[in-house]
Every structure is written in structure tokens, then in C-alpha cells.
């Protein structure tokens, strides 16, 4: 059902308070904040376009897990310094989210002013949603848009309470969210294409589920080519193996052939003999030669390859986990060298699920070479299982 979009949201003149998703990886420091900022970036569209309309914007948005406590090392103001310069305009951190003083400082502002709330998590009322809580945020603006995919599935206080107290749309970011991931759900351009990684089948089963029937091939690799490649029979040696997902790797590749749906898993892979970063020994051996003891740590070369020019094949691909262990740079090539096929193919529609999938694509530095890449991990995963989203649901229909 389609939804109220921010261009029919009477926004001009008034105190627009905006949900955005501002949780990034904060706790390796604020020096990294520009490394991984792209959920920033992502909402600059919304924010320009209120600015334009000399609005007063009040954003919010949560960082990390509080537990509805005040901690010092997850306050926004780090990320509102970081959004200042993105955005190129002054960005008014406030030292809470609700409150008298809050208010008085949020009427302090003018036309085309920007103001970050302080940490909503740090109020336990967020997360449980609490009237209170709600009527508080609503107090400070004139309407709302909500502009943070990333945690439209969660229903909290910002996300779906705030929608019965003030007239409400979804925001630029929103609105891409749900058309790209909508269409490549419902009317891709075929072959389609899923390329699934990460490290636990479990994470997946019911976006397989979802997609298997539209798939012309499906394409594993990370941890989760681990189970697939034990219940083909092979041994894995001392990797992880959801033993309670097996029959279910199973059926996927039985349901998989009986559709003609190309199945496609590691050929050779690389291993270590140990879980770590620098393991005293590391490798690249055929997927029938794992030894005892040793780990599967990325997909191989070949196999990368293999990956590469079966996607060329490929109108529409979806994206979900990395094919290795790409926090360890020595386990990242799989991953890189498909992300680059991928990037470079000219006329093909690549939706990327967000959480590590993004982080690799933004790490690499090919953002740009993709159609969309989701701000959200659980929220697409969720998406991609075709789950109703509260933080969507709740907004009004057009």
C-alpha cells in the first residue's frame, strides 16, 4: 500500500521533526566517524529539501545500546559535527531529547536552522514506546517525517508512536528504500540473481524463502556456504556448521534444481588454522580438500571469478552478506573481487542490503557503482522477506 511521501506533506514554514538513522560505529572512535558515514549522507536529500522550504528541522535519532541510561561515549554530538560539514549548514546539538529546556531551545530556532537531538535511547521510554515519551518529541514540531529506514522495523516511539500525534510521510531516503528493494522484489529485470553471504544461513532462511521461486540463480558464499557445502556431503573441517539447518540447505538446492535455478557454490576456498587475523598458516585448497582442524575464511579465487562472470550474466542482482571474513583484510579478497565485478557491470540493477554488506561496499569505495545500497541491515533483510515494516506501516496512505 502505498504511503504518504514527503511532497505531499504541508512542510513549509513549519518545525519539521525528522527520524533519521545516525547509528554508526562510533565506539572505534570519533576520528572514524567520516569513514562510515553514509547513513549521514544518505539523509541529506530530506534535510535539504525542508531547508529549502525554511523549515525548522529537529532530527533525531538513537547511537548504540544505552539501555535507556545516559553513557557518555554515545552521544550524538561527535555525529552532528560530522553532519555539519557534510551538509555544509551549522548543525545545533542539544544535550537531550525532551523537556522544557529542549523546547525552548528548539523555538530558539529559525527558518533554515538545524538542530540534533541528544541520544534518544537514553530515555527508556524509545524502546518501550512509552505516551509519555512520544508526546514529549511531539511537542517540539509541526509534523514528522521519517527518514530512518534502519530501523523501520522497530516499533519505538519514534518510529510509530510519533505517527498518531503529528501529520506524518516518509522521507527521501525512505521513499528509495522502499521503491528500489520494492522492485527489484516484485518486478526485476530478469535473469535475477541472489547473492548471499554472511555468516549464518538462519539469518537468510526466510529471505530464501521469499526469493527462491522469482531466482534464476542463487549464488553462496561466507559462513553460510559452510552448511551449504556440508550438506552436500563435504567436510568442512573446524568450521562453524548450523547442524539445525542442514535439511533445510537441502531442500533450498532440491526445490532450487527441481525450478532450473542455478545453485552455485565455492569451488576452492581459503583456510586458515586458526580464526584470526594472522593465523600461523593460511591457504587455497578445492572445497573437497578441507583438512581437519583448519577454517574456511573467504571463498577462493576461482570461485570469485566464477561468481563474477555468472552475475555478468545477470539484469537484476541482490546482495547480502560478505563472501569471507572481510573484517580481517587477509580474508577479503572474495569479497572484493565480486564487489568490483559487480560495480562494473553497466545496465544492471544491484540492490545491497545494508549492515556488513554495505560497510564492505563503502569501504571499497563503490557506492557509486551500485543502484542502491539499503542504510538498513535487519530492516532490508526484513524487507527482502517481505514483512511488513511497523515504522513504514504506520505512516498514513496516500
Known amino acids: ?83 555539519a560539514e557534510l551538509l555544509g549548514h551549522p548543525v545545533r546539538n542539544l544535550k537531550d531529547c525532551i523537556g522544557p529546556e529542549v523546547a525552548e ?77 520494492g522492485r527489484a522484489l516484485e518486478s526485476p529485470a530478469s535473469p535475477l540473481a541472489a547473492l548471499m553471504g554472511g555468516a549464518k544461513v538462519s539469518d537468510k532462511i526466510l529471505v530464501l524463502e521469499n526469493l527462491l521461486d522469482k531466482l534464476d540463480h542463487l549464488f553462496i558464499g561466507g559462513g553460510m556456504a559452510v552448511t551449504f557445502l556440508k550438506a552436500r556431503g563435504l567436510e568442512t573441517g573446524a568450521s562453524t556448521v548450523e547442524e539445525d539447518r542442514l535439511d533445510f540447505a537441502r531442500e533450498v538446492m532440491e526445490r532450487a534444481a527441481a525450478r532450473n535455478i542455478g545453485v552455485h557454490l565455492p569451488q576452492d576456498v581459503v583456510i586458515a588454522n586458526s580464526f584470526e587475523a594472522e593465523p600461523a598458516e593460511s591457504r587455497t585448497v578445492p572445497v573437497e580438500q578441507v583438512p581437519e582442524g583448519w577454517f574456511i575464511m573467504d571463498v577462493g579465487m576461482e570461485t570469485a571469478g566464477r561468481f563474477a562472470s555468472g552475475l555478468k550474466e545477470c539484469r537484476t542482482i541482490i ?38 554488506t554495505a560497510e564492505a561496499v563503502e569501504e571499497l569505495g563503490l557506492m557509486d557503482g551500485m543502484t542502491h545500497v539499503s542504510t538498513g541491515g535487519g530492516a532490508s533483510l526484513e524487507f527482502l522477506e517481505g514483512r511488513e515494516l511497523p515504522g513504514i506501516a504506520a505512516l498514513p496512505d496516500l
Open 1 to 83: 500500500m502505498a504511503k504518504r511521501t514527503l511532497s505531499r506533506l504541508d512542510v513549509a514554514n513549519k518545525r519539521a521533526l525528522v527520524r533519521v538513522d545516525f547509528n554508526i560505529p562510533i565506539e572505534q572512535g570519533v576520528e572514524v566517524i567520516a569513514s562510515y558515514d553514509q547513513r549521514l549522507r544518505a539523509t541529506l536529500p530530506t534535510i535539504r529539501y525542508l531547508l529549502e522550504r525554511n523549515c525548522r528541522v529537529v532530527l533525531c535519532s538513537h547511537l548504540g545500546r544505552p539501555g535507556g541510561k545516559v553513557a557518555e561515549e554515545l552521544r550524538l554530538a561527535p555525529v552532528g559535527d560530522r553532519l
Open 105 to 181: 531551545e528548539v523555538n530558539r530556532l529559525e527558518g533554515g536552522q538545524v538542530a540534533l537531538l541528544e541520544n534518544l535511547r537514553f530515555h527508556p521510554g524509545e524502546e518501550k514506546n512509552d505516551p509519555d515519551f512520544v508526546k514529549g518529541l511531539a511537542a517540539l514540531a509541526d509534523c514528522f517525517v521519517m527518514d530512518a529506514f534502519a530501523v523501520a522495523h522497530r516499533a519505538h516511539a519514534s518510529t510509530v508512536g510519533i505517527v498518531t500525534e503529528l501529520p506524518s510521510a516518509m522521507g527521501l531516503l525512505v521513499q528509495r528504500e522502499v521503491e528500489e528493494m
Open 319 to 356: 546482495w547480502n552478506g560478505p563472501m569471507g571474513v572481510f573484517e580481517m583484510p587477509r580474508f577479503s579478497q572474495g569479497t572484493r573481487v565480486v564487489a568490483n565485478a559487480i560495480a562494473d557491470l553497466p545496465g544492471i540493477t544491484t540492490v545491497v542490503g545494508g549492515g556488513s
